[in-house]
């Protein structure tokens, strides 16, 4: 599975972007879908997964209320939606694949990665 992220961007703390991750492959929907950010000089963190049905969703605590994970089986989409943007939220976004759900919320449990794409929000 290969996966590429895009919708990173600059704006203005309050506005929305919406993430897209798109997958190559024909078996996405096997795949828990989660999506990572890394800040400067910050551990890599968890911020949503998606279940492979879509059913179930989980969110850190600090975008819970403001981000929506989704995902498009059909399309080999998953998407993330960020709505109230804050500039603690500025980060490099990474989409990730696992093959379980059990540790969705670690890193080292995903097997592929997207190249990351950067989300710059201003005061």
């Known amino acids: 599975v290969q996966l590429q992220a895009s919708g990173g961007g600059l704006v203005q703390a309050g506005s929305s972007l919406r993430l897209s991750c798109v997958a190559s492959?024909?078996?996405?929907?096997?795949?828990?879908m989660g999506w990572f950010r890394q800040a400067p000089g910050k551990e890599r963190e968890f911020v949503a997964a998606?279940?492979?049905?879509?059913?179930?969703?989980d969110y850190t605590d600090s975008v819970k209320g403001r981000f929506t994970i989704s995902r498009d089986n059909a399309k080999k989409t998953a998407y993330l939606q960020m709505n109230t943007l804050k500039p603690e939220d500025t980060a490099v976004y990474y989409c990730?694949?696992?093959?379980?759900?059990?540790?969705?919320?670690?890193?080292?449990?995903?097997?592929?990665w997207g190249q990351g794409t950067l989300v710059t929000v201003s005061s």
């Open positions: 492959g024909r078996s996405f929907g096997s795949y828990t």
């Open positions: 990730a694949a696992y093959r379980d759900w059990n540790l969705y919320k670690l890193a080292q449990a995903y097997d592929y």
């Open positions: 998606i279940s492979k049905s879509g059913l179930t969703t």
